[in-house]
């Protein structure tokens, strides 16, 4: 998974969302920085803030979790829990068609009006 893809698939979520394109960027790179070529990140890597950032990316769709149980020799469970690079679901909001909808094109026409434009006499 490409930072690239990453990056297309966030542009596609949280850029429609309001994110700007500069912390979208910033966003992917810490994404593939963590998951590298790798599809999964043991959860006790994260600190809190990046655990926030997972929790965010999972209600998006871009991240899911696993969790395992490993006997310990003392007869106790040891539970990994882990955070899964969902990368089919990014690679398809990567290909999605970012181009503006109709809508959008219709409420830059407001956004470019003076904000005087507004004020009735």
Request: hydrophobic fraction near 40%; include cysteine; charged fraction near 25%.
């Given at each position: 998974m490409s930072v690239l893809e990453i990056e297309l698939a966030l542009k596609n979520t949280l850029g429609k969302k309001?994110?700007?394109?500069?912390?979208i960027q910033k966003l992917?790179?810490?994404?593939?920085?963590?998951?590298?070529?790798?599809?999964?990140?043991?959860?006790?890597r994260l600190a809190s803030e990046d655990r926030d950032i997972?929790?965010?990316?999972?209600?998006?769709?871009?991240?899911?979790?696993m969790e395992e149980e490993v006997h310990l020799k003392?007869?106790?469970?040891w539970r990994?829990?882990?955070?899964?690079?969902?990368?089919?679901?990014?690679?398809?909001?990567?290909?999605?068609d970012?181009?503006?909808?109709?809508?959008?094109?219709l409420l830059k026409i407001y956004e470019a009006l003076p904000s005087d434009a507004w004020g009735r006499d």
């Open positions: 309001g994110m700007e394109c500069d912390d992917a790179e810490y994404v593939a920085g963590f998951f590298g070529y790798a599809g999964a990140v043991i959860d006790n997972f929790y965010m990316l999972e209600e998006e769709g871009l991240l899911t979790t003392k007869g106790k469970m990994i829990h882990y955070w899964m690079l969902k990368t089919d679901q990014v690679s398809r909001l990567a290909q999605m970012s181009g503006s909808s109709e809508e959008e094109e």
